[in-house]
Structure formats: structure tokens, C-alpha cells
């Protein structure tokens, strides 16, 4: 059974950072892409981050240069270190096995997400 786990949202002040991790199991992790998404309230799920391997990385315009993504494949955990954030960055995030097709989006298995509140 196929199980992506987030950790790591909360309430962060705007220009603060959060480390979002997810830990995967009952897959071969090292095998899949990996992803971020995020919705807001009210808005479309959103692609934020992928990976392929452990070096090659995507990103959205919106969080280029202010978020990074990687993976630990001993760990068999996906993280994203935020930092810089902003109000608007306020959403559910959560990690998922990635596919890309014009644009990056969310393959076969996803976790829960977690809560990523932007705000003073």
C-alpha cells in the first residue's frame, strides 16, 4: 500500500521559511518523479515543484528562487525547504508522484497535505 505522509506546515510570518517534508512508502521511490502541489482556498491545484532523480529540478514561476525541492532516497523522503514566503503562498501543499505532459501533474499516488498559512 502506497502511503505519502506531509509534515512540517504551520502559521510563518510573511519572509518566513518552512522545511515540508513527506515520507513515502510502499513504492520504489528512487524509480518515481516527484512533486509539490498546492490549492488554495478557492482556487485550482497548482504545481509548485518536481524532481527527477535527485538533481534535476522544476519549478513555477511563482516559487522560482524561493523554494527548493529534494529528496532523500535513504530516507525515502521528499522535502521543500520555503523560504522568503509570502501571503500568497497560503494553500494545502502536498507531495505526490509526478507525471509531466505539457506541464507538471499529479501522477497515480498523493498524500493528504499539509497546512501552509502565510500571514502576520
Known amino acids: 500500500q502506497v502511503q505519502l505522509v506531509e509534515s512540517g506546515g504551520g502559521l510563518v510570518q510573511p519572509g518566513g521559511s518552512l522545511r515540508l517534508s513527506c515520507a513515502a512508502s510502499?513504492?520504489?521511490?528512487?524509480?518515481?518523479?516527484m512533486g509539490w502541489f498546492r490549492q488554495a482556498p478557492g482556487k485550482e491545484r497548482e504545481f509548485v515543484a518536481a524532481?527527477?532523480?535527485?538533481?534535476?529540478?522544476y519549478y513555477a514561476e511563482s516559487v522560482k528562487g524561493r523554494f527548493t525541492i529534494s529528496r532523500d532516497v535513504a530516507k525515502n523522503t521528499l522535502y521543500l525547504q520555503m523560504s522568503s514566503l509570502k501571503p500568497e503562498d497560503t494553500a494545502v501543499y502536498s507531495c505526490?508522484?509526478?507525471?509531466?505532459?505539457?506541464?507538471?501533474?499529479?501522477?497515480?499516488?498523493w498524500g493528504q497535505g499539509t497546512q501552509v498559512t502565510v500571514s502576520s
Open positions: 505526490a508522484t509526478a507525471r509531466y505532459d505539457t506541464t507538471w501533474l499529479r501522477g497515480d499516488y
Open positions: 510502499g513504492l520504489a521511490f528512487s524509480r518515481y518523479h
Open positions: 524532481i527527477i532523480g535527485s538533481t534535476s529540478t
